[in-house]
């Protein structure tokens, strides 16, 4: 091979394989202090990539968990008021017992029972107006509803004195129909229905005669919301309610949780009711969704109707002229607020199944995220110690290397 000084290629190659080597060394412990596999895009520019998406769904995931622990409060603060309407309600149906026995109620009796009632229908309203999820209110009818078509008030019977009959057509047999368009301010359907030139019909059975303004939104209620799930939505995106007051008046109102259209088949019901689209205004009201999941356009929507003592047709009871009548119109009330309650508790065990859902999918992805992104503590000590001897070897080497080329000068003595 010969002598040469010029170049020294032994050491060259030791000095080399030591630099490599000392990267390596700094890499492990880079990764050994950090805890993470991956530091830095050149570490593995892929599993970063897969990792970054893992972390946003993980942080995301957290926070629906907390949203959907909202949810459950929300519904439960709301039950809670529900369950003291109901309380108010059965004091109400036991004095109309009460009243309607005339046989040993004498007038004054009577009187008092409905001074009662008036009181009771008082804290009725009360409770509507007042219950509250921070500065929300929950039960005055705005919850999950943010836009009302509201018809004119609708006198009460000249004749009879009591609440107007019910609009034209609601009692005809074969029931009607009508139709919903631009369902939550889209033109389209969850199931891609283009709803600007299909809309979606809603068809409604006849209600019995005697039926009650209450009654009437029920019964619309409750083929809506079969239609919206037919058609991929929730069921609960658009609500009919009526009220009627102290004197016998008769409101009726649709309320949604974003814009929506009206339009009447067969029947003309809503027309007759003057619930008319171009009536649309904004309640100020909450949307009533909560976003359960860590990507768009994933949540859960509650609607919360009305609970005060209009909505619930108990505001024009008077217990001194027919106790009867107001039994069955308690029964009704007792119902609906009965079918809010249950509605509200489907939901909170709804929210907890997503609450359980949410935690092992965040479980889950860390786990993903973990594996991708995460040292392997054993197996990186033993690329460190590996590094950490080539290290010692190769400045041991590159010491050698450099004293051999000192052999030339014995050529020279």
């Known amino acids: 091979m010969g002598l040469r000084i010029n170049q020294n290629i032994a050491a060259q190659n030791a000095y080399r394989n030591l630099s490599v080597t000392d990267s390596q060394m700094s890499k492990s412990l880079e990764k050994l202090s950090s805890g993470f596999r991956i530091n830095r895009a050149a570490d593995d520019a892929a599993g970063l990539s897969i990792s970054e998406g893992l972390r946003s769904q993980v942080g995301g995931l957290k926070v629906a968990v907390r949203n959907t622990q909202d949810g459950v409060s929300v519904a439960q603060t709301a039950e809670g008021a529900l369950n003291e309407t109901t309380a108010i309600l059965q004091r109400m149906r036991d004095l109309s017992v009460q009243a309607a026995n005339s046989g040993a109620t004498d007038s004054s009796a009577a009187d008092a029972a409905n001074k009662e009632m008036g009181q009771l229908n008082a804290e009725l309203d009360r409770i509507g107006k007042s219950t509250a999820f921070g500065k929300q209110n929950l039960l005055d009818g705005t919850f999950g509803n943010t836009v009302k078509a509201t018809s004119t008030t609708i006198p009460k019977d000249a004749v009879t ?57 029920k019964a619309v209620n409750t083929a809506t919301e079969k239609a919206l799930k037919a058609a991929g939505y929730q069921g609960n995106e658009i609500t009919m309610s009526a009220k009627v007051d102290a004197q016998n008046n008769t409101t009726y109102s649709m309320s949604g949780s974003g814009d929506f259209s009206v339009a009447d088949n067969t029947g003309g019901v809503l027309t007759d009711a003057t619930i008319d689209s171009s009536t649309m205004t904004k ?86 995220e973990s594996r991708i992104r995460d040292t392997d503590m054993a197996q990186e000590m033993v690329s460190f110690t590996r590094s950490q001897i080539l290290t010692q070897a190769g400045t041991s080497m590159l010491s050698q290397a450099n004293q051999s080329a000192q052999n030339v000068l014995s050529l020279l003595r």
């Open 161 to 217: 004195g009591e609440a107007a009959a019910l609009p034209a057509g609601a009692t005809a047999a074969g029931g009607f129909s009508f139709d919903i368009g631009k369902v939550g301010g889209g033109t389209k359907s969850p199931n891609g229905t283009d709803l600007a030139s299909t809309p979606i019909t809603v068809q409604v059975d006849a209600l019995p005669e005697g039926s009650s303004a209450q009654d009437l939104a």
């Open 283 to 368: 309640t100020g009201g909450n949307t009533g969704k909560f976003q359960v999941g860590a990507n768009a356009n994933q949540k859960i929507g509650i609607s919360i109707g009305g609970v005060d003592s209009e909505t619930l047709g108990t505001a024009a009871l008077d217990l001194t002229k027919d106790p009867d009548a107001a039994l069955k119109a308690i029964d009704k009330a007792l119902s609906s607020v009965t079918d809010s309650r249950a509605t509200l508790g489907a939901v909170q065990n709804r929210f907890e199944h997503t609450i359980n859902n949410l935690n092992v999918a965040v479980e889950n992805l860390s786990a993903s």
